[in-house]
């Protein structure tokens, strides 16, 4: 069978697939064109793409009869792919849940640290030679142990996320979620995302993409308190970016700390000037070692569906 990888991955990666298949690695790191989506259907029996391979319905509509059968999604998030019209279609994806939760965590934490703490107006300052020494009142930030941050969407990260919270810096934690969570530490569910906007010091946005789009919009900005911060590592349309902007200008929450953006890799410039921001390049899950795993773990979906079985991680 013939697979495609449609960007460069570790050697490790394409080797693994290399037993298997006669494998086509895509050496452009953008994301397929259009052209390239279709032609992909066309010409592959298994593809493993990943983030902005934008597999709409009108990609599959396009492709009347495709080879290829299955998509086995490098990365946990999948709302690039319609799954409705893939499955249509006759076409299987799959996804790498877990691989990517600790590292991803991490990420949360780093950016709810340098929101709290103010580091990269501080780094800014000192590369430029603004700098002029130590004050007692200089560039006063959030204290991040014991207060109360609120996690929207209490799933495999969320969970990571609200366990670092807790026992790391002694947090207390609430979240938001469809369903109530069994776990080894207090957390408190709330009725409804607006009850959570109200009464942390930190928001951290855990959901998927998808029917999630503008989740955190204006209303539920307004609804923060002046001190909190908003941290996305998410997915970007999970935050209104407008209203983000908005929020920020007018003092109504005290800064925010983004991986992701709503129109990615497009990051307006109204955000970029803005000193009260950290904004970080989707680093996510950018370590060697979790986007090995996760490579192999889309190499192993696509050998099961190849082998006749049952998806480790169909969805």
């Given at each position: ?11 490790v990666i394409v080797a693994a697939a290399r037993k298997e298949f006669d494998v086509d690695v895509r050496e452009n790191t953008a994301p397929l064109s259009g052209d390239e989506l279709r032609a992909s259907l066309r010409e592959y029996d298994v593809v493993i793409p990943t983030l902005g391979d934008a597999y709409s319905a009108d990609v599959f509509g396009d ?253």
């Open positions: 069978m013939k697979l495609l990888i449609t960007r460069p991955l570790p050697d492709v009347a009869k495709p080879r290829a059968k299955m998509l086995a999604n490098f990365g946990v998030g999948f709302n690039h792919i319609d799954v409705d019209a893939a499955k249509a279609a006759g076409v299987m994806v799959s996804n790498t849940p877990g691989a990517v939760t600790d590292a991803t965590a991490d990420i949360a934490m780093t950016l709810m640290l340098m929101s709290t703490r103010r580091a990269g107006e501080g780094e800014r300052m000192v590369r430029s030679g603004a700098w002029s020494g130590w004050h007692p009142t200089q560039m006063l930030g959030l204290h991040m142990t014991g207060k109360h941050v609120g996690i929207l969407g209490m799933g495999r990260i969320g969970e990571a996320i609200a366990r670092r919270c807790h026992f790391g810096f002694g947090m207390q934690v609430s979240y938001y979620n469809r369903s109530a969570k069994q776990m080894d530490f207090p957390a408190k569910q709330v009725a409804s995302l607006i009850e959570l906007a109200q009464t942390v010091d930190i928001l951290v946005v855990a959901v998927p993409g998808g029917e999630t789009r503008h989740l955190v919009n204006a209303r539920i900005l307004a609804a923060m308190q002046s001190h909190a911060r908003l941290i996305n590592i998410a997915r970007g349309e999970i935050v209104e970016e407008a209203a983000l902007i908005a929020a920020l200008n007018d003092g109504q929450i005290a800064g925010a700390g983004l991986d992701v953006y709503e129109f990615e890799p497009s990051v307006p410039n109204a955000l970029k000037q803005l000193e009260n921001v950290t904004l970080l390049p989707h680093l996510g899950t950018a370590t060697l070692e979790v986007r090995e795993s996760m490579g192999l773990m889309a190499v192993d979906n696509a050998v099961a569906f190849l082998r006749g079985s049952a998806l480790p991680n169909g969805v």
